[in-house]
């Protein structure tokens, strides 16, 4: 699976857009992006997966340019719940595991 | 749907005694299951892959003698930490993918925090 890279740690503010960004420059034809969050002491969770184009659901958006090689997580209007780690990973068709990178700690201020 | 459940969600032991740790899949069949290992502030690190009806693959560097693992059912995998030492202390995470339900996502369980003493 496609090694991703994530910046380490972002800061922001409660009610503000976060754009997180992830590269995956060796992203297989069919492999999918996904996205998912971890609390301390929790196991991560489900956030969003995506293809190509732009990906919405109830909590995110997701963008991915037409290379693939890339994406972005979108988190509208972030609160402090949002404080969390969240890790972009490479999901191929086959199941195998998911391989984690360092992730990106998101700290959300009021 | 695609729920994983695990357990115990904490447990602390006795240096050289074993623990076991249950995965079950509530509302899927997993064939294949994955077991994760995290350290405090560190990232989760895959320690082996759980194969219904067969033996687990291992990661290079995790004892398979140290951390039993099977896989006996498709709703059940379970893994042993065997002799358990202070070093073996950390979080241990277990998944799965239900790709009719999820399609690409993975589910994970709760956690387990194990602490020897």
């Known amino acids: 699976l496609a090694k991703t890279t994530q910046p380490i740690s972002m800061d922001s503010y409660e009610g503000q857009e976060v754009n997180i960004t992830c590269s995956h420059n060796?992203?297989?034809?069919?492999?999918?992006i996904t996205w998912y969050q971890q609390f301390p002491s929790q196991g991560p969770r489900f956030i969003i997966q995506?293809?190509?184009t732009k990906v919405t659901n109830e909590v995110a958006s997701l963008f991915i340019p037409a290379d693939r090689k890339s994406s972005t997580l979108s988190l509208p209007r972030v609160s402090l719940s949002d404080t969390a780690v969240y890790y972009c990973l490479v999901a191929n068709q086959a199941g195998t595991a998911l391989i984690f990178g360092k992730g990106t700690t998101l700290s959300v201020s009021s | 749907g695609a729920v994983v459940s695990q357990h115990p969600s904490r447990v602390i032991c006795k240096s050289g005694t074993s623990v076991k740790i249950e995965c079950r899949s509530l509302d899927f069949q997993a064939t294949t299951m994955f077991w994760y290992r995290q350290f405090p502030k560190q990232s989760l690190m895959l320690m082996a892959t759980?194969?219904?009806?067969?033996?687990?693959?291992?990661e290079q560097g995790v004892e398979k003698d140290k951390f039993l693992i099977n896989h006996a059912s498709l709703t059940l995998s379970t893994l042993t930490v065997t002799s358990a030492h202070p070093e073996d202390s950390s979080f241990y995470i277990c998944s799965a993918r239900d790709l009719p339900t999820m399609g690409y996502g993975y589910t994970f369980g709760s956690g387990t925090r194990l602490t020897v003493v």
């Open positions: 060796n992203i297989a034809t069919n492999d999918y």
């Open positions: 759980s194969n219904e009806g067969s033996k687990a693959t291992y």
């Open positions: 995506g293809y190509k």
